[in-house]
């Protein structure tokens, strides 16, 4: 299907709101990436659920770049605020969106650094981050009027670090002037970039990324082998601690308010989408 919009996300919670409105055609995996092939609302889409990070939302955008050549590829779900003027639940357009993790350290401290871009030669160049596509920013502005919640825009910092610390928050507020952080964008824009697809990131605002964050990082726990991980039966019937052990414990998702938290905030970035996919030529 020509004009096909690809949309990623990272988790179920994010990917749900999605298919809930979707005619599924077809669905498919590729490494990582589960895809949802259909129609939402007259509209072609694919929907991909990449996993959370930047390795895993890169190699999913460039699926759907080479697979697809997708109209525009748009990233959304959930993001934690780091600005003070962004509540919970606000809406957060970016732009643009930055890498939170590229720089240099030094004696001193870490120096940020800029996402970097080739030329035909393999010249490096430094870019301060992506900016949206400008048609998807009118779309995204337009189905902002009368949206049922706040929508703000400005910077969204990607990481494969995930902030619960007030003062991670402030250094990150300082340093990129951002008012949001998640832990995608940032590679998805750069593929769409490189590729030459428009693109737009919509994130929900989930926590505020400080001290009181309720997440227990030592329950993610890291396989010691990941043949344990990958072999048939696994994949098959999806990882569990019993299957598991003496090989690791299971890699928990955040549980309770947070994960509720998350569900939510999908849920209102999707709600932007959709009001936005009936404005894309």
Do not use: H, W
């Not at 996300?9 to 979707?22: D, I, K, R, V």
């Not at 525009?72 to 600005?83: E, K």
């Amino acid at each position: 299907m020509a004009n096909r919009v690809a949309i990623v996300t990272a988790m179920n919670m994010e990917t749900q709101p999605f298919l809930e409105q979707m005619r599924i055609d077809a669905t498919g995996k590729s490494g990582f990436t589960t895809l949802y092939e259909g129609v939402i609302g007259g509209r072609g889409v694919v929907v991909a659920r990449c996993g959370i990070g930047k390795i895993a939302a890169a190699m999913a955008a460039q699926l759907l770049c080479d697979r697809y050549r997708p109209s525009a590829l748009i990233v959304a779900g959930a993001s934690g605020g780091i600005d003070n003027t962004v509540s919970l639940g606000d809406v957060v357009i970016a732009n643009p969106v930055v890498s939170r993790d590229v720089g240099t350290f030094t004696r001193t401290g870490f120096v940020p650094g800029g996402l970097l871009v080739y030329d035909a030669e393999g010249t490096s160049y430094s870019i301060r981050g992506v900016t949206p596509d400008g048609g998807l920013l009118r779309a995204a502005r337009e189905a902002a009027k009368g949206f049922e919640g706040r929508v703000v825009e400005g910077v969204i910092a990607s990481g494969d670090s995930f902030i619960m610390s007030s003062k991670e928050r402030q250094r990150l507020r300082q340093d990129y002037r951002a008012l949001a952080v998640e832990m995608e964008g940032a590679a998805a824009a750069l593929v769409a970039l490189a590729n030459r697809v428009p693109f737009i990131m919509i994130r929900g605002t989930s926590d505020l990324a400080d001290d009181d964050v309720d997440f227990d990082p030592t329950a993610v726990t890291l396989y010691k082998d990941q043949e344990a991980l990958f072999n048939e039966e696994l994949i098959e019937r999806g990882v569990n601690q019993d299957s598991t052990e003496g090989a690791g414990l299971e890699l928990q998702s955040p549980g309770g308010e947070l994960q509720g938290s998350f569900a939510i905030a999908g849920r209102q970035a999707a709600e932007l989408v959709l009001r936005m996919l009936p404005m894309l030529g």
